[in-house]
């Protein structure tokens, strides 16, 4: 008979441009953590209580709170109370907002005024398809698309012209 057993868990997560994390989340808000609390019985979460401040995309609700892995092997992030965050994240099939290491989330303090204008940029134009480029030659015949490898900054737009193609734009960072 064979035994089947649990293997060590890592996360993992795909190498995005932020362009693409903002695209692609369902929610981008600002929030303060106000409290924490481990969830074993809700599949292994940490549900964190949140006063939201301001809503850059998503529905026209207050999030009263996030959910995340309890650990970071599973995708969990770990908040820190009574820090404020620029979230941007997915809902489950309950609506619930949820967060993993993989999003785009970081403390408040370090979002300049220049990198929400990106931010907003960023959601202008996600129509444009941004694809990773690990190797030295890849495959650049998608017009409406551009390639992101590691040596790019991350100031970067993929913006749509006029012809409909996309290409990097580089945006001018504002000061705070």
């Not at 599973?74 to 820090?83: K, P």
């Amino acid at each position: 008979m064979w035994k089947l057993q649990e293997g060590a868990q890592a996360c993992t997560c795909l190498h995005l441009h932020p362009q693409t994390l903002i695209c692609q989340s369902y929610v981008i808000i600002k929030a303060k953590v106000v409290a924490e609390k481990y969830e074993g019985e809700y599949n292994n979460t940490i549900k964190y209580d949140i006063d939201q401040t301001m809503t850059f995309k998503g529905p026209e609700r207050i999030f009263h709170t996030v959910y995340t892995q309890s650990s970071s092997a599973r995708c969990g992030r770990t908040l820190t109370i009574g820090t404020e965050y620029f979230i941007a994240g997915l809902l489950n099939s309950e609506g619930l907002l949820r967060i993993s290491l993989c999003d785009y989330v970081g403390p408040w303090e370090v979002v300049r005024a220049g990198q929400l204008s990106l931010v907003q940029r960023y959601m202008r134009n996600c129509d444009c398809d941004i694809s990773y480029c690990a190797a030295f030659s890849c495959d650049m015949s998608n017009p409406t698309g551009c390639l992101f490898a590691d040596w790019l900054p991350f100031d970067l737009i993929c913006t749509k012209r006029r012809d409909g193609s996309c290409a990097w734009y580089k945006a001018p960072v504002l000061a705070k």
